[in-house]
């Protein structure tokens, strides 16, 4: 792991966070940089959650890329599960199959953290 590019991570994260009203015109920049910083996808996923949670409609088309930079960084599946609910929904397991269909993420994701057995 490395601690300089983590904390660098964190810091464009945490400026998104105490931002949020005034930074939509550096969006692009800000998540270009994450993407760059965070190794892990840990801080692509809580700015993706966090940025839904705040106004979704406002920050939709800044999830695709924060989502999809998660996904390619956790490897592990440390982070991107907490994404199913927190982008898509409490409810998001009840509708399982039509996000599927309709939602290459969430169908990556959804793949990634259940075997194939249970995704299918």
């Known amino acids: 792991m490395d601690i300089d590019k983590e904390q660098e991570g964190m810091a464009i994260y945490e400026y998104i966070v105490d931002n949020v009203d005034t930074c939509e015109p ?3 920049e800000l998540i ?3 993407r760059l910083a965070d190794t892990s996808g840990q801080f692509l996923a ?3 959650r966090y940025l839904s949670a705040v106004d979704r409609e406002k920050f939709d088309r800044w999830l695709t890329p924060l989502i999809e930079g998660a996904i390619e960084r956790d490897r592990d599946r440390r982070y991107i599960g907490s994404l ?4 898509w929904g409490e409810d998001y397991k009840e509708h399982v199959e039509e ?4 939602d290459d993420n969430f169908r ?12 299918m």
Do not use: H, N
């Open 32 to 34: 270009c940089k994450l």
């Open 46 to 48: 809580s700015t993706a």
């Open 108 to 119: 990556r994701i959804y793949k990634r953290i259940y075997s194939e057995g249970e995704a």
């Open 84 to 87: 199913l609910e927190g982008i």
């Open 26 to 28: 550096e969006m692009g």
């Open 99 to 102: 996000l599927r269909s309709s």
